[in-house]
């Protein structure tokens, strides 16, 4: 069969598994009832998510778990994670009950100034294209008051326009910079929308400028698109303890721990590759609550990685010191995030989400996402510089190599109690349940 199709997009949910499974599957049965077994049984629902996208053919689930405990600004929080690496959320909530005893996590917001950019080409003298700016930016916000208004009556809307000349990077080169405040939206449509109309606004009335020679006024729109690069939407989230207070059991002492521990973040204050996992180990934090809230991760993980590079070299979000007896660990990262538009009045589960979180505005989620990272980091790194990653990871992990040999219930009662004392290993577990199923 053709592995090529035209109209797919216009085929019935049925026929397009049809032709899927006929296509690519020799066990065309199977395929299907893997494909219908993670259908809602509640049609509403189910057309919901349907229609999110185009050619839904079913859904795909990942589990949604809660880290209780987090002390954030003096208010307690369960935060709700979406996430399938099995070690993510016992660690979440190990950092946060640790953390509780501790005065728990202080966060705040520095900025919420979100960017857009239009793109053209304007080949003629740059002095007069200024002189066209200044005329026409009135014009610019005039003409996205259709979009702006009700955004501008809670306070937010476009912030600036500047012109800027990108000439000595690529010839004729110039942008329409502009900043916005969004408040609880993420803005994504807002920005894009305003934008759009700016650039619409910007050749127009370039034709009509009298300061152009005729070749001059040909402004060539190249794109106007929002940036998901937002230094200036920034949150900070904070621990501080006394040094001695760190200690928690007889394996290591607060001092050494707390020197071990910030001897791990100046590594990946400087080594890139060290960096880029530990930021990926914050980043488990963050995209399982971005996720969970409904908000766009691949948004946060560009912005956020290109904030980890803005000094030329790739280096660790987090940062920890020891001074005068006091352990500050702490974070600032760009978070551009919503709680209202996009999935948030849309999705039941982020609904839900978002009022286990106490209905947060976006700067309260930003807080809430912030620490979760933090909290991430701080757990990754105390099993790092103490027990070594792998006992917890591999704990954790248990249950899935169980469920990946069909264990039993009982199976998993008996071995989840055999390795609380042994090592976990795949082969470890693989001859303990051989072990239990030969009845030796
Ligand atoms: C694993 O998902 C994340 C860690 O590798 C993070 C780190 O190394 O800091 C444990």
Redesign the pocket.
Same mark, same amino acid.
């Given at each position: 069969m053709s592995k090529t199709i035209s109209g797919f997009s216009k085929l019935s949910k049925s026929k397009k598994i049809d032709w899927i499974v006929n296509t690519y599957f020799s066990n065309t049965e199977e395929a299907k009832r893997v494909l219908k077994q993670y259908w809602s049984s509640n049609e509403k629902l189910q057309q919901l998510h349907d229609e999110f996208i185009e050619n839904t053919i079913t859904n795909y689930y990942l589990p949604l778990g809660v880290a209780p405990n987090f002390l954030i600004n003096n208010t307690l929080y369960t935060i709700p994670m979406a996430i399938e690496?099995s070690s993510?959320v016992a660690a979440a909530s190990k950092a946060a009950k640790f953390w509780l005893d501790r005065g728990g996590f202080k966060a705040t917001v520095i900025s919420t100034t979100k960017i857009g950019q239009v793109h053209f080409m304007y080949h003629g003298d740059f002095n007069t294209l200024q002189r066209f700016f200044k005329q026409v930016k009135p014009k610019l916000i005039e003409d996205a008051k259709p979009i702006t208004k009700n955004m501008e009556a809670r306070g937010g809307g476009i912030i600036d326009i500047e012109l800027r000349d990108k000439t000595s990077d690529i010839k004729g080169y110039y942008q329409l910079h502009s900043s916005f405040e969004t408040l609880d939206a993420m803005g994504a449509n807002f920005i894009n929308s305003c934008l759009e109309q700016f650039a619409e606004t910007f050749k127009n009335e370039a034709l009509a400028f009298d300061g152009f020679s005729e070749n001059e006024q040909d402004i060539q729109i190249v794109m106007s698109i929002l940036s998901n690069y937002v230094p200036n939407c920034l949150v900070r989230a904070e621990v501080s303890c006394k040094v001695e207070e760190l200690k928690e059991d007889d394996l290591i002492s607060g001092e050494d721990f707390a020197i071990k521990f910030v001897q791990a973040v100046n590594i990946a204050e400087i080594e890139p590759y060290r960096a880029v996992?530990?930021n990926?180990?914050i980043m !488990?934090g963050i995209d399982a609550v971005v996720l969970a809230t409904g908000n766009d991760f691949r948004a946060v993980e560009a912005g956020v990685h290109a904030y980890a590079s803005r000094h030329g070299t790739y280096s660790s979000l987090s940062h920890a010191k020891i001074e005068d007896g006091i352990f500050t660990f702490w974070m600032e990262i760009p978070l551009a995030l919503g709680t209202v538009g996009g999935l948030t009045g849309l999705h039941p589960l982020v609904k839900l989400a978002l009022e286990l979180l106490h209905k947060p505005s976006a700067k309260e989620l930003m807080q809430i996402v912030a620490v979760a990272g933090l909290a991430q !980091?701080f757990a990754? #790194?105390r099993? #790092?510089t103490t027990t070594g990653?792998q006992q917890g990871h591999m704990k954790m992990h248990l249950m899935n190599i169980l469920n990946q040999f069909d264990a039993s219930d009982n199976e998993k009662i008996l071995l989840t109690d055999h390795f609380k004392t042994n090592v976990v290993t795949h082969s470890a577990v693989v001859e303990a349940l051989n072990k239990l199923r030969n009845g030796a």
């Amino acid at each position: 069969m053709s592995k090529t199709i035209s109209g797919f997009s216009k085929l019935s949910k049925s026929k397009k598994i049809d032709w899927i499974v006929n296509t690519y599957f020799s066990n065309t049965e199977e395929a299907k009832r893997v494909l219908k077994q993670y259908w809602s049984s509640n049609e509403k629902l189910q057309q919901l998510h349907d229609e999110f996208i185009e050619n839904t053919i079913t859904n795909y689930y990942l589990p949604l778990g809660v880290a209780p405990n987090f002390l954030i600004n003096n208010t307690l929080y369960t935060i709700p994670m979406a996430i399938e690496e099995s070690s993510v959320v016992a660690a979440a909530s190990k950092a946060a009950k640790f953390w509780l005893d501790r005065g728990g996590f202080k966060a705040t917001v520095i900025s919420t100034t979100k960017i857009g950019q239009v793109h053209f080409m304007y080949h003629g003298d740059f002095n007069t294209l200024q002189r066209f700016f200044k005329q026409v930016k009135p014009k610019l916000i005039e003409d996205a008051k259709p979009i702006t208004k009700n955004m501008e009556a809670r306070g937010g809307g476009i912030i600036d326009i500047e012109l800027r000349d990108k000439t000595s990077d690529i010839k004729g080169y110039y942008q329409l910079h502009s900043s916005f405040e969004t408040l609880d939206a993420m803005g994504a449509n807002f920005i894009n929308s305003c934008l759009e109309q700016f650039a619409e606004t910007f050749k127009n009335e370039a034709l009509a400028f009298d300061g152009f020679s005729e070749n001059e006024q040909d402004i060539q729109i190249v794109m106007s698109i929002l940036s998901n690069y937002v230094p200036n939407c920034l949150v900070r989230a904070e621990v501080s303890c006394k040094v001695e207070e760190l200690k928690e059991d007889d394996l290591i002492s607060g001092e050494d721990f707390a020197i071990k521990f910030v001897q791990a973040v100046n590594i990946a204050e400087i080594e890139p590759y060290r960096a880029v996992t530990h930021n990926k180990g914050i980043m !488990n934090g963050i995209d399982a609550v971005v996720l969970a809230t409904g908000n766009d991760f691949r948004a946060v993980e560009a912005g956020v990685h290109a904030y980890a590079s803005r000094h030329g070299t790739y280096s660790s979000l987090s940062h920890a010191k020891i001074e005068d007896g006091i352990f500050t660990f702490w974070m600032e990262i760009p978070l551009a995030l919503g709680t209202v538009g996009g999935l948030t009045g849309l999705h039941p589960l982020v609904k839900l989400a978002l009022e286990l979180l106490h209905k947060p505005s976006a700067k309260e989620l930003m807080q809430i996402v912030a620490v979760a990272g933090l909290a991430q !980091n701080f757990a990754a #790194l105390r099993s #790092l510089t103490t027990t070594g990653i792998q006992q917890g990871h591999m704990k954790m992990h248990l249950m899935n190599i169980l469920n990946q040999f069909d264990a039993s219930d009982n199976e998993k009662i008996l071995l989840t109690d055999h390795f609380k004392t042994n090592v976990v290993t795949h082969s470890a577990v693989v001859e303990a349940l051989n072990k239990l199923r030969n009845g030796a």
